[in-house]
């Protein structure tokens, strides 16, 4: 017969079997492996098509990276306005996020998979990213300057977070070239050059060591043009002594057209293990001891009515953890040919997948204690019912086993990586040409159509989706 602490403690682990066995082995790329193929491939149509099938997305704890899907899809389709419907919502949901502290709690007898997906710091930037970009596509600057000061918000508090902790990505870099650039849609250069200062700035001092990415030279001679525009002939002479260029300003007779590529598809997560060896100490504690990576978290655990913990024969176990694997674009080089004959380079701006593996890597002893407290938490329900009944420890020990499971969720659509360009346009229509170019020099071309008049600036998002297959 079972204690009640105990009957209570069994409720719990068929709840995590409930779990555990709906949401089954296979990492949340596995199973969404059918939107993956059709989106990867170029099919749109059919991407969006299984996202409203699953109408149970829209409300369940993934919820948020329904949101995402479909705020993605849907831009690359054209259809700005309603992918930026599906965009607020995923802001709105970023911002009321709170811990459900019951969740948390039945993750230490699951798996970090029952609750619901929070977003990666990236992640949430991002969001604003895209929404800025559908509103300059529908020529609305005020709504595009709305996002980005929200986005600015969202960097200042990443800032706030990260002051006094090592974490590589406490800011971003093209997040402020697109302020910047929304800034200058509403004829205000000084914020403008704000902006393009403090992105520079961020590729200077965290984004070249941190992620390998330069500040691009469109950034520079954004920054060189706006300081012009703004009368500070002190900072313009900075930068060209820095940048160790003559600038010349040039005023446009045209149209412009500002072009963002993105190439290729973010990592996803996957799962890895570690293995723990339980060691028994003195007074009821118990250290979980990895010595290969030199890891030590020591737990207290109860005793038992005869003065034991039951912890004596435990030897082995494995813990799982989440990892990135990479989607490494086909294409590794790209530019814009102007009329056939002018070319503008398209430099990365923002390495999606190396800030992505930053930010997992930056918080990985947290996540490591964390899954030693979920393991201690398994352990010790356990043996207090090995105690009682040993076909019911035998079952929570499988049951643990089963459950053991790494969190694998992240937004699966977001590019590999993000560069821009801004070229000029002749006053009517404009032959451009996107050429890239693979590890293997073979070369692939776009043409596009862009028609401005004078004064006006036009933009464009290209998404390059080829990318080497996972599996």
């Known amino acids: 017969m079972l204690s009640k602490k105990n009957q209570n403690v069994f409720q719990g682990f068929l709840l995590a079997l409930v779990v555990m066995l709906l949401s089954g082995c296979a990492t949340y790329y596995q199973k969404n492996l059918k939107f993956q193929e059709a989106f990867s491939s170029g099919d749109l149509e059919g991407a969006n098509k299984l996202l409203d099938k699953n109408e149970k997305a829209a409300e369940g704890r993934n919820r948020l990276l329904f949101f995402l899907k479909k705020g993605v899809v849907l831009q690359m389709m054209g259809q700005y306005?309603?992918?930026?419907?599906?965009?607020?919502?995923?802001?709105i949901y970023v911002e009321d996020y709170r811990k459900n502290y019951g969740m948390e709690a039945l993750t230490l007898i699951s798996n970090p998979t029952v609750k619901e997906y929070p977003a990666e710091d990236h992640e949430k930037v991002l969001i604003h990213y895209y929404k800025a970009l559908n509103f300059l596509k529908m020529n609305r600057p005020q709504?595009?300057?709305?996002?980005?000061?929200r986005l600015n918000n969202k960097l200042?508090?990443?800032n706030d977070r990260y002051e006094n902790r090592p974490n590589r990505y406490a800011d971003d870099a093209f997040a402020h070239v697109l302020m910047g650039i929304a800034y200058e849609m509403d004829n205000d250069v000084n914020n403008a050059f704000i902006a393009y200062r403090n992105a520079y700035?961020?590729?200077?001092?965290?984004?070249?060591?941190?992620f390998g990415v330069n500040a691009p030279e469109q950034l520079k001679q954004d920054l060189m043009r706006t300081a012009y525009l703004n009368g500070f002939i002190e900072e313009l002479q900075q930068y060209e002594s820095e940048f160790g260029v003559d600038y010349q300003y040039q005023k446009r007779g045209g149209g412009e057209l500002i072009f963002f590529w993105h190439n290729g598809l973010g990592p996803v997560k996957?799962?890895?293990?570690?293995?723990?060896?339980?060691?028994?100490?003195?007074?009821?504690?118990v250290t979980l001891v990895n010595e290969e990576l030199d890891l030590f978290f020591t737990f207290p655990i109860p005793e038992n009515g005869q003065g034991g913990n039951g912890f004596g024969d435990l030897k082995l176990i494995r813990v799982a953890f989440s990892k990135y694997e990479s989607r490494i674009p086909v294409f590794n080089q790209?530019?814009?040919?102007?009329n056939g004959s002018n070319t503008y380079d398209l430099e990365t701006a923002e390495?999606?997948?190396?800030?992505?593996?930053?930010?997992?890597?930056?918080?990985?002893?947290?996540?490591?204690?964390?899954?030693?407290?979920r393991?201690?938490?398994?352990?010790?329900?356990?043996y207090a019912a090995r105690q009682e009944n040993q076909d019911l420890g035998a079952a929570i020990s499988l049951l643990n086993a089963l459950t053991e499971k790494a969190d694998t969720r992240n937004w699966q659509t977001l590019p590999y990586s993000i560069s821009y360009s801004r070229i000029p346009l002749n006053v009517g229509e404009n032959k451009v040409t996107l050429k890239t170019k693979d590890g293997k020099g073979n070369q692939n071309s776009t043409d596009f159509i862009f028609s401005a008049d004078k004064g006006e600036t036009v933009f464009h998002i290209y998404h390059s989706l080829e990318s080497f297959k996972l599996y």
Do not use: C, H, P
């Open 81 to 91: 306005e309603e992918s930026n419907k599906y965009f607020e919502q995923a802001y």
């Open 143 to 149: 709504e595009a300057l709305v996002e980005a000061r």
């Open 156 to 158: 200042n508090a990443l």
């Open 201 to 210: 700035n961020t590729y200077k001092q965290s984004y070249t060591e941190n």
């Open 270 to 285: 996957a799962e890895w293990s570690i293995n723990f060896t339980i060691v028994k100490g003195d007074g009821g504690v």
């Open 334 to 338: 790209g530019e814009l040919v102007l």
């Open 351 to 373: 390495d999606i997948d190396a800030i992505a593996r930053s930010i997992l890597q930056d918080r990985m002893l947290r996540e490591i204690g964390a899954a030693a407290l």
């Open 375 to 382: 393991l201690a938490t398994k352990q010790a329900a356990e």
